[in-house]
């Protein structure tokens, strides 16, 4: 199983970009990389995903490096709300191996704090 | 559209009963995970279910079952409930193996 590393906390200004990096050095060619976020007590919630190219949605912006083996979630203009802890994870297209379980691992994830 | 939602919320067992956790999938999803999430660590994959058959299991012991019924609904059982079992499970639905999953709010167990 592809494991990941990312920073255990990150401080942001409210209004400003938040760059949360994480490590996916063991990245298998067709790995996606997933991202959620959890806020205190409560279940994730599905931010974005990718492959190998940049993808942008209305909660925010993934960079994928062109080696794969790391990549960068954005969130524009963070606000107070989007203080959680912010997983990242590889996943295997289990309906690509037709059995396969894609099963999420969970690190224990970066702690971003919006400060006002 | 209905997210997914679990029950209950919260939880309270006493060491050595059995426990049954309860999950709806979000409409149109046929495939449920089952994660166990202890204090300040991340998720752990318990199993999947696909089409009420299990798709793949993480490293927990029999006691941990589950079911998935014909409306993708899914149930968590735990046999010989012991202190270490106390933890926020997740349930989590996704449209077909191997697609985006959605996580439920979770429920809370402690077993004393």
């Known amino acids: 199983d592809a494991k990941t590393t990312q920073p255990p906390s990150m401080d942001c200004a409210e209004g400003r970009a938040a760059n949360l990096p994480c490590n996916h050095s063991?990245?298998?060619?067709?790995?996606?990389v997933y991202w959620y976020r959890q806020i205190h007590s409560q279940g994730p919630q599905y931010i974005i995903h990718g492959l190998k190219n940049n993808e942008t949605n209305e909660m925010a912006s993934l960079i994928i490096t062109e080696d794969r083996k790391s990549s960068t979630l954005i969130l524009p203009h963070a606000t107070l709300r989007d203080t959680a802890v912010y997983y990242c994870n590889v996943s295997p297209p289990g309906a690509v191996y037709g059995g396969a379980t894609n099963k999420l691992i969970f690190g224990t994830g970066t702690l971003l704090a919006v400060q006002p | 559209e209905t997210g997914v939602t679990q029950s209950p919320t919260h939880l309270i067992k006493t060491r050595g009963q059995q426990v049954t956790l309860r999950c709806s999938s979000q409409?149109?999803?046929?495939?449920v995970s089952w994660y166990q999430q202890a204090l300040g660590q991340g998720p752990q994959f318990i199993f999947q279910y696909y089409r009420e058959e299990e798709n793949g299991r993480g490293n927990f012991p029999p006691r941990f079952s589950g079911l998935q019924f014909p409306n993708y609904s899914s149930e968590l059982n735990v046999n010989a409930l012991e202190l270490d079992d106390s933890a926020l499970y997740l349930c989590?639905?996704?449209?077909?193996?191997?697609?985006?999953?959605?996580f439920g709010p979770g429920t809370r167990l402690l077993v004393l």
């Open positions: 989590a639905s996704s449209p077909y193996k191997g697609e985006t999953q959605y």
């Open positions: 409409s149109g999803h046929n495939t």
């Open positions: 063991t990245i298998s060619g067709n790995e996606y």
